[in-house]
């Protein structure tokens, strides 16, 4: 048997064996009922593209892209664009769900911030002995 399958783009047949469902009507892009059921309870647009990156993306794939293409940082190589299927389709749902909704640029921005943030190197809590 195969492994599980990822959110993200799945065929339709493979999302239905595993009972997943589909992250914004029409996307192709799927996901599972207890990720879903994790992003319902978020009340803010900001908080649920956090959530839902995450969903999708994982940190390497964050750490060398952004949403929309190609940008040069100061100190970072090129950049790739993201999946755009599924950036289209977290804009989409983040636009339908929320009200008054963000503009594209708002949650464009945000999907970068992610980005960046996966970047960052850890930070280390130091203690003292006291």
Known sequence: MAAKPA???VDRELAAEYQMKEFFEGSGIYW???QRSICAALTKWEEYINTVVDVFFSKDVLKVSCARGLKKGKKL???VPLCQPIVDAIIGKVCARFQPPPTVAQITAKINQKCTEA???KRVQLTHPH
């Open 32 to 34: 599972f009922t207890s």
């Open 7 to 9: 959110a993200g783009i």
């Open 119 to 121: 970047r960052r190197p």
């Open 77 to 79: 190589e090129d950049t």
